[in-house]
């Protein structure tokens, strides 16, 4: 039987209640699909850097990072409330780009697709 770290039980803990609270509670600033993809902590439990990704302008996207750098202790503590720990670790919020990464290959490919599909049929 495996044997889980501490650190990845509780990303997947503050992963799942992060998401609860924006899905339940928590209105961000930007109209749109705002997802958590994980949560990275560190060794001794102190630090999380908490990864989403949002569809949008640059200017939303900078909008929604400066709401994250203000409400962080907010959000913060009402995930406290649900964990146990002796310290609730500090969030940073980091926008991941692998989502929009693999929509822009997808179509990359499709395009090849097509182009392939067009040269065998002349």
């Known amino acids: 039987m495996r044997q889980y770290k501490r650190s990845d039980?509780?990303?997947?803990?503050?992963?799942?209640?992060i998401s609860q609270l924006f899905e339940s509670e928590l209105q961000p600033p930007i109209p749109g699909m705002l997802t958590f993809t994980r949560v990275?902590?560190?060794?001794?439990?102190?630090?999380?850097?908490?990864?989403?990704?949002?569809f949008g302008t640059d200017e939303e996207r900078?909008?929604?990072a400066e709401y994250f750098l203000r409400e962080a202790p907010h959000i913060r503590a009402?995930?406290?409330k649900?964990?146990?720990?002796?310290?609730?670790?500090?969030?940073?919020?980091v926008f991941d780009k692998s989502i929009e990464d693999s929509i822009r290959i997808e179509?990359?490919?499709?395009?090849?697709?097509?182009?392939?599909?067009?040269?065998?049929?002349?």
């Open 78 to 80: 009402r995930i406290g």
């Open 82 to 93: 649900g964990l146990r720990m002796r310290h609730i670790p500090e969030f940073r919020f």
């Open 40 to 54: 990275d902590l560190t060794t001794d439990l102190r630090y999380a850097k908490v990864y989403y990704s949002c």
């Open 107 to 122: 179509r990359l490919l499709n395009e090849l697709n097509r182009e392939r599909k067009d040269d065998d049929s002349d």
């Open 9 to 17: 039980r509780l990303s997947g803990q503050i992963l799942r209640d």
């Open 62 to 64: 900078a909008h929604l």
